[in-house]
DNA sequence: CTTATTGCAAAAGGTTTGCAACCGA
DNA sequence: TCGGTTGCAAACCTTTTGCAATAAG
């Protein structure tokens, strides 16, 4: 039987009070301000069990340590090659309902039972793609 | 200046005789049985210069080390939540174009350039939908 | 009182790196 | 010969685990 913990309550709600997608490093620095005696291994062991409850998502980066989404929602991710920045993609509700009745079909083409996916889009940001056109 | 290398060309072949998607483990075990005196060091740095010339993808699974596709050609991983195999999935080419015409317009949608993409499907493969509807 | 959860430190797992020897051009 | 490449071992980084102490129900 799960029981509250003031640690686990306080990783969920760090994690859904940022916009970006940071490592178990970066959420255990920032909750270590608010709450000294926290350990790695239970930001670590936290993180494990909320996905396992779907409310976070665990994504792997291109490189790098695991990244966590506090947003369980189903959406796209965009990996900026040059900086490796994440960021959140949103599409319609018709849009995602067509591209799941695609996928659905995809995963029957192997025999397969598709039950969710992960769309990763790299390039360049915003902001890398200016300064590439700069230095050019 | 690159230079030749015997184990680098044993690399790739032994990877793109593969359908699977081995870790780089496996494929060092695998080559050893032909080049007893090669070292793990050299499979990794070899593994990584092929994904830097784009001749062979590093891609990340959802769990456990990273695998390596000697396909280097846009295409679908589906892997299963149960058995974490990792199959592939390919689309016909009308498709792939009008795939990508939508990332593109998805990316553009936070200013940013979208080079390439990754999807993956999640669910049950063939083998492991079929056992699970034994057992229930 | 019972059992989940914690913090710590040590271990594990995967990958990278430093270096002298080696090999390809 | 010159510089890229190798094999080895050690280092590194991220994540997991064992364990006694603590806190929730």
Redesign the pocket.
């Known amino acids: 039987?799960?029981?509250?913990?003031?640690?686990?309550e306080m990783i969920l709600q760090s994690l859904r009070n940022r916009v970006d997608h940071p490592?178990?490093?970066t959420l255990y620095e920032d909750i270590k301000a608010k709450?000294p005696?926290?350990?790695?291994?239970?930001?670590?062991?936290?993180?494990?069990?909320l996905c396992e409850t779907g409310q976070i998502v665990k994504i792997k980066s291109k490189?790098?340590?695991?990244r966590f989404d506090g947003n369980p929602e189903p959406h796209i991710h965009f990996e900026c090659d040059s900086c490796h920045e994440i960021y959140d993609i949103y599409i319609h509700d018709v849009q995602t309902k067509k591209m799941d009745n695609e996928i659905q079909r995809l995963a029957e083409n192997i025999g397969a039972e598709a039950e969710s996916s992960n769309i990763w889009i790299y390039g360049f940001c915003k902001k890398c793609k200016l300064l590439k056109n700069i230095n050019n």
């Open positions: 039987m799960k029981k509250y913990s003031r640690q686990r490592t178990a490093e709450m005696e926290i350990g790695i291994a239970t930001v670590y062991r936290n993180l494990s069990d490189n790098g340590p695991d």
